[in-house]
């Protein structure tokens, strides 16, 4: 299946997936939901609106919004932005970010070729989460935050499944991902929204939806100091369709969480790490 994606017509698809997604056709739509419900699982209890024909669009139930005191937030220098299952985490080596066995990547090609970018985060740390359908897809941030760019960088839309993190090389930085630069009180946060096969689009809260337009050149946008202003625990974005996001810390920032590890099923706000010097 994974060598199949390269042969696949990837972006028409996703184009057809995002067009359905948006669409609002009444009973199929609620038939897609309820189908799709079933086969992945969803825990509809913790939606704000469990009742599957609340949702006008497939979009409107995949980013739907979850319960008043749902997710807790831990008392944490830094909690875990999202629903998902870990990929991997750990230390840069330099420039380079572990992806999986035998397959690396650098963040400089992560962050769309910005070299000054990446340098602040040479020997620093990382964290890859995977947002698989069942989970909810709304990004929420580890910690207080400035938002001082956001970078679209076109790619390829490969599934980013654990199976194809395996097995394409570079996958996350091969993949269309929007780039969120914060100013913290610890230093400079990337967050990073990847890209995949049937993810309609990302969107932020300060943007709206950021693709489509799909162009073939970098975008990139700046925020004056002040401008966005994102408290920990507040949404900064979400997944039109699943995928995943990886997160960069300069070196000596964050101690991760001693029960992480690679797999681990993870929710919003619960412990990530605290600062380096605790």
């Given at each position: 299946?994974?060598?199949?994606?390269?042969?696949?017509?990837?972006?028409?698809?996703t184009?057809?997936?995002?067009?359905f997604?948006?669409?609002?056709?009444g009973?199929?739509?609620?038939?897609a939901?309820?189908?799709?419900?079933?086969?992945?699982?969803?825990?509809?209890?913790?939606?704000?609106?469990?009742?599957?024909?609340?949702?006008a669009?497939?979009?409107?139930?995949?980013?739907?919004?979850?319960?008043s005191?749902?997710?807790?937030?831990?008392?944490?220098?830094?909690?875990?932005?999202?629903?998902?299952?870990?990929?991997?985490?750990?230390?840069?080596?330099?420039?380079?970010?572990?992806?999986?066995?035998?397959h690396?990547?650098?963040?400089?090609?992560?962050l769309?070729?910005?070299?000054a970018?990446?340098?602040h985060?040479?020997?620093?740390?990382?964290a890859?989460?995977?947002?698989?359908?069942?989970?909810?897809?709304?990004?929420?941030?580890?910690?207080?935050?400035?938002l001082?760019?956001?970078?679209?960088?076109?790619?390829?839309?490969?599934?980013?499944?654990?199976?194809?993190?395996?097995?394409?090389?570079?996958?996350?930085?091969?993949?269309?991902r929007?780039?969120?630069?914060?100013d913290?009180?610890r230093?400079?946060?990337?967050?990073?929204?990847?890209?995949?096969t049937?993810?309609?689009?990302?969107?932020?809260?300060?943007?709206?939806?950021?693709?489509?337009?799909?162009?073939?050149d970098?975008?990139e946008?700046?925020?004056?100091?002040?401008?966005?202003?994102?408290?920990?625990?507040?949404?900064?974005?979400?997944f039109?369709?699943?995928?995943?996001v990886?997160l960069?810390?300069?070196?000596?920032t964050?101690?991760?969480?001693?029960?992480?590890?690679p797999?681990?099923?993870?929710?919003?706000?619960?412990i990530?790490?605290?600062?380096?010097?605790?």
């Open positions: 299946m994974v060598a199949l994606q390269y042969v696949l017509p990837k972006k028409l698809l184009q057809l997936a995002g067009a997604a948006r669409s609002q056709s009973a199929l739509t609620q038939f939901i309820r189908k799709f419900v079933a086969k992945y699982g969803v825990n509809m209890a913790e939606a704000l609106h469990p009742d599957v024909t609340r949702y669009s497939f979009n409107d139930f995949f980013t739907r919004a979850l319960k005191g749902a997710r807790p937030l831990a008392q944490a220098t830094y909690v875990c932005p999202v629903d998902g299952a870990i990929s991997q985490f750990g230390t840069i080596e330099g420039e380079q970010i572990f992806q999986a066995k035998g690396q990547y650098t963040a400089r090609a992560l769309g070729g910005d070299a970018l990446a340098a985060f040479d020997g620093g740390q990382f890859t989460i995977y947002l698989s359908p069942k989970d909810y897809h709304r990004i929420h941030m580890p910690c207080d935050g400035a001082r760019r956001m970078i679209y960088v076109p790619g390829d839309l490969f599934s980013v499944n654990p199976a194809t993190a395996l097995a394409v090389p570079g996958l996350f930085a091969r993949n269309e929007v780039v969120c630069v914060f913290t009180a230093g400079p946060l990337v967050l990073t929204l990847v890209g995949a049937i993810v309609g689009s990302m969107a932020t809260v300060w943007h709206g939806v950021v693709n489509p337009p799909r162009t073939p970098i975008r946008w700046t925020y004056a100091a002040g401008e966005v202003q994102l408290k920990q625990g507040d949404e900064m974005g979400r039109l369709l699943g995928s995943t990886v960069l810390w300069p070196r000596e964050l101690r991760f969480n001693a029960a992480w590890k797999a681990l099923s993870v929710r919003l706000g619960e990530m790490g605290g600062s380096f010097s605790a």
